[in-house]
């Protein structure tokens, strides 16, 4: 087995957390690769490879961080169809599947092959015909510094206008990124395993502004409106590139899915009510 570690530096400093991991999991037989600019004391017989070559051939990628390391790790996992095991350093890890004390046991379950897989929804972005990424969470369209002015967008769903909005900006989410960004804006919680995109208004200025749940086969299209400042396309977080006037974006599945270690039957509700109830730094 060829195992991948992906970690985050704030979470874990000099990747001492994850040496330890590679130490294991090279005990169990594996073959490990951790990314070129981690430079860490990794234990022999460890590889350093470039994010072209990082997952060429994986058959597992173990994550040490929280939630947002997950999402920079499956821009990589994904396209290489290599499931990912979430270990939580974080604050949350909502999508981690191990929590820091049982590191050595689940890491020596999954070299043996001892898990399950679950799939995910993606979602893609395409301008002008060019597809500009890929989404675990969410796509949105927001204002941008240094004016931050509220948009006009005018939304389509499979050629049909739903709508045109003022508002700071609208997001596609994800049933993944349903607990995330979208929650915050006041879009739907949506059970993981639906096939599914919630439409968020983000700080809509219009009594009728409302989230909407769409099939997971729609084509979302959000066209910017001719007015004064920024905007620009973000994705998972991250920008993906600035919107013009008059330039629109659409939203659909991804080819493919997202994949992740599980180790038996997620009570997501229960993960849903002990992560959210209050919020610890």
């Known amino acids: 087995m060829i195992a991948v570690i992906f970690a985050n530096p704030h979470n ?4 001492l957390t994850a040496a330890a991991a590679a130490a294991v999991l090279s005990e ?16 022999e017989g460890v590889v350093c490879a470039e994010d072209k070559a990082l997952c060429v051939g994986a058959d597992l990628m173990v994550v040490l961080g929280g939630d947002g390391t997950i999402l920079r790790a499956a821009q ?13 350093m974080g604050r949350k890890g909502f999508l981690a599947e191990v929590e820091r ?38 796509f ?13 967008l005018a939304v389509e769903v499979d050629g049909a206008s739903a709508g045109t909005y003022a508002a700071d900006g609208m997001l596609v989410a994800t049933p993944t990124g349903s607990t995330g960004y979208s929650l915050s804006a006041g879009g ?9 995109m919630a ?26 409106g001719d007015q004064r400042g920024e905007a620009a396309l973000f994705c998972d977080g991250s920008e993906v590139c600035p919107l013009n006037p008059g330039q ?32 610890t730094l």
């Not at 590191?103 to 979602?123: C, I, M, N, P, S």
């Not at 739907?188 to 599914?196: K, S």
Request: glycine residues 8%.
């Open 140 to 152: 949105y369209l927001l204002s941008r510094a240094p004016s931050h002015r509220m948009l006009t």
């Open 101 to 138: 004390g049982e590191l050595d046991t689940r890491l020596r379950q999954a070299a043996r092959g001892e898990y399950a897989v679950e799939k995910r929804f993606l979602l893609r972005a395409e301008m002008d015909g060019t597809c500009v990424g890929f989404a675990l969470n969410d």
């Open 199 to 224: 439409l968020t208004p983000i700080c809509a200025h219009m009594l009728r502004a409302r989230p909407m749940v769409l099939a997971g086969t729609a084509r979302v299209t959000m066209r910017l």
């Open 28 to 43: 169990e037989g594996c073959a490990v690769r951790v990314p070129q600019e981690q430079a860490a004391s990794w234990p």
């Open 188 to 196: 739907p919680v949506i059970a993981p395993e639906m096939e599914c």
């Open 248 to 279: 629109s974006v659409s939203i659909t599945r991804f080819e493919k899915d997202a994949r992740f270690v599980r180790f038996g039957r997620r009570d997501f509700y229960g993960i849903l009510k002990e992560k959210f109830s209050e919020w």
């Open 76 to 88: 990589l996992a994904v396209p290489a169809g290599v499931p990912m095991l979430g270990i939580n």
């Open 12 to 15: 874990d400093p000099g990747f």
